[in-house]
């Protein structure tokens, strides 16, 4: 049976092994409205919502607790290569080029298989907008 504590353990226990020791990862189940995605489970079914001022930004659904895992995961590992790219900026490359990397990276930390998603997601992305470096 699906529920949130389940959906929060394995998040925990994924979230363990990417280490975000400088990047605080949450779980939460209410609306914060500041741009933060929260989980709902309604009939068996996971929501992903993220909420700013009153409006949804994103609304995602599925039974799959695989697939929330991965959008949550996802949306961290974005922002922790956001993050490590900031920190260690280098004027020319596509700034993508480390945000991807590091993301990737994290990804293949927390689940082989997540990983393997990603890389197609990548390269979907960078098929659609290819990397623009600057030298």
Known sequence: MNSLDELAKEYDRL?????????PYTFLTERQDVGSPHVELT??????????R?????RKSTSDIREMLYWMLYDLTFWMGVRFEFKNRIEGP??????????????KRADAAMAERLE???AKTLAANPFNDRY
């Open 43 to 52: 009939d068996g079914e996971y929501h992903y919502i993220v909420t700013e």
């Open 120 to 122: 197609l997601h990548i």
């Open 54 to 58: 009153g409006l949804d930004l994103e």
């Open 15 to 23: 979230c363990q092994r990417v280490k975000p020791s400088e990047f």
């Open 94 to 107: 596509d700034c993508r080029r480390v945000i991807f990397a590091h993301q990737l990276e994290l990804m």
